[in-house]
Structure formats: structure tokens, C-alpha cells
């Protein structure tokens, strides 16, 4: 038989919990508008406002049960991580919601490199590829967000990232921004053909491991 001051311990312990949760969806609420006015903005001369404005009206759905995501996430695009790996959110183009798991440290560089995903222009993975894609990707993301992955937490594309970190050295930005959000590669083709020999985007990509095949989703 439970005492009334154990009933209200336990009340008020629900009670905090829940004020916790409200606390934190409203943070991540406002930390993803934030992240995607500050991304519209620094690109809008690259990314169509139409494209643009439909970024704006999907929310970024936040999932905080483990078993609840993979198995959207896993219905939704036909993948499965690999052993040992998390995926930590993805998205399926600009007019859906991008989602995002929450049980890690840095669920803000997710939101940016899921945004920037809707962003780009429509298809520039395939011409990309994956890998080269989603290394691109997460050097903006952490570009914009400011900081640099935390030491233990979940590193995201560290061999890709430094890859497109170099090729934005190499290339300058204007020309891996304009094939990103635009699908102009003509400049960062020429720069690749001229620093690594003929069809030097097609070396780089081998060079990263990645496949022809289209991928089902951007993570």
C-alpha cells in the first residue's frame, strides 16, 4: 500500500519528466526553424526559392525511441544499417519532413546535414555519388552549425567529409556549390579533370568506394 507522499513523489517526478520532454521538443523545434531560415538565406542564390519555400513548411519529425525509428526508418527506405552502425536521420526530398532520432549528443549537426540534403538540387547523388554526397553534405553542415563533432559522440562520414573539405580547397566553393544545389558540375568537373586526369569525378568517386546504384534515401 502506497503512502499519499509516495503518490505525490511519484506525481510530481511524471510530472517533471514530462515538463523535460515539452523542454526539449520545443529546443529542437526551434533549433530546426533556426537551421533552415540560416540555411535559406546563406543559399539563396543558389537554391530555387520554390524549392525553398517547400523546405520551410516540412517540420523535422523528432523520435526518441530507438526501436520506433529503425523500423520507420527501415519501412520507409527498403535500408537497413550495417552491424555496428546507427543511422541518425534522413530524408526523402524536399516535400517530406526529414526525420531525426534523438538519442545521441549532437542531434543539431544532424538537423543542418538533414536540411541541407533537401536543399540540394533533386538527383545530384547519383551524379555525385553517395559517399561524395554525404560528404559534401556534412562539411556544410558543420560549416554553418559552427562546430566541430564532439570527441565520443556518433562521428558521421569522417572519410567523406575530409574528402569534400579538400575538394572545396581544391575546386573553391563556387564551383561544389553550384553542382550540390544547382546540378551545374561543368566547374568542378573541369577542376577535377585537371587536377587528377580524364573523368575525374568518376576517379574520385572510385577512389571513395562508392557505387553507380541510386540510392532509395539521404541520410
Not at 543558389?46 to 520506433?68: H, Y
Not at 558543420?142 to 564532439?150: D, K, M, S, V, Y
Not at 572545396?168 to 586526369?197: I, M
Request: charged share 35%; proline share 5%; hydrophobic share 30%.
Amino acid at each position: 500500500m502506497t503512502s499519499p507522499n509516495d503518490e505525490t513523489t511519484e506525481i510530481n517526478e511524471r510530472a517533471v519528466d514530462r515538463a523535460r520532454e515539452l523542454q526539449m521538443e520545443h529546443y529542437l523545434s526551434e533549433t530546426d526553424r533556426a537551421a533552415v531560415e540560416q540555411l535559406s538565406e546563406r543559399y539563396k542564390e543558389m537554391v530555387p526559392p520554390e524549392r525553398i519555400e517547400t523546405v520551410r513548411q516540412q517540420d523535422t519529425v523528432f523520435m526518441g525511441d530507438r526501436e520506433l525509428f529503425d523500423a520507420v526508418c527501415e519501412h520507409e527506405t527498403g535500408e537497413s544499417p550495417e552491424p555496428g552502425e546507427q543511422v541518425l536521420g534522413y530524408s526523402l526530398g524536399a516535400s517530406e519532413s526529414p526525420r531525426i532520432a534523438t538519442d545521441y549528443l549532437e542531434v543539431p549537426r544532424v538537423i543542418y546535414h538533414e536540411r541541407l540534403h533537401q536543399l540540394s538540387t533533386p538527383g545530384i547523388e547519383t551524379e555525385l555519388g553517395r559517399r561524395l554526397d554525404e560528404g559534401i553534405t556534412e562539411d556544410l553542415a558543420i560549416e554553418n552549425l559552427g562546430a566541430e563533432p564532439l570527441e565520443g559522440d556518433w562521428g558521421t562520414y569522417p572519410v567523406e567529409r575530409r574528402t569534400a573539405h579538400e575538394l572545396r580547397t581544391l575546386c573553391g566553393d563556387a564551383a561544389v556549390e553550384s553542382a550540390y544545389f544547382q546540378g551545374d558540375t561543368q566547374a568542378l568537373r573541369a577542376c577535377l579533370d585537371r587536377e587528377l586526369g580524364p573523368n575525374g569525378l568518376e576517379q574520385l568517386r572510385e577512389g571513395l568506394g562508392d557505387s553507380i546504384e541510386e540510392p532509395e534515401s539521404r541520410r
